[in-house]
């Protein structure tokens, strides 16, 4: 399963809005057009892992973003970060998880994305954030778009993550 790879170009694009705290959703890595539930990608290679997890957050509750990001850490620190490939999906109202505006989660999962933790964000949900407010929403770098969050669950219980909803 070969990661996939933010492409410089957009990388030198983003990073002049990065700073002035903007993060345009085109800056995100996607799989939109090259998503195959028959063969999952990852933007972090993890060839020894012996456990993978899926994390869903589907909750506009800093409390449960909270608990998922405990939950992701808590892998981390059992397993070692070579030993376990997790990744969080967000969808419907959980995609606020993954707004730069909330400045102690963005810190979280930068921190644990720099640990190999990969953090999925559902394109449903953002055109349905867009037909609310006029515009998709912004998005923390780390975060890869999928085109739906629950697709990429299933994609990955097909391939034998395990299932978490904390």
Sequence with gaps: MSPVRLPRLFAALALPLLLLGAVPSWANVSMLKDFDYAKPTFIHDHPFAIAHVVLQVSQDNPARW??????AQNLLNYFGQEKVQIVVVAFGPGIKMYLPKNK???ARIAAINAEGVEF??????????KKKTGHLPPLDPSVVIVPAGIVRIMQLESHGFNYVKP
């Design 104 to 106: 102690a989660i963005a």
């Design 66 to 71: 909270n608990l998922t990001l405990n939950n």
């Design 120 to 129: 999925d964000v559902c394109h449903n949900s953002m055109e349905e954030f």
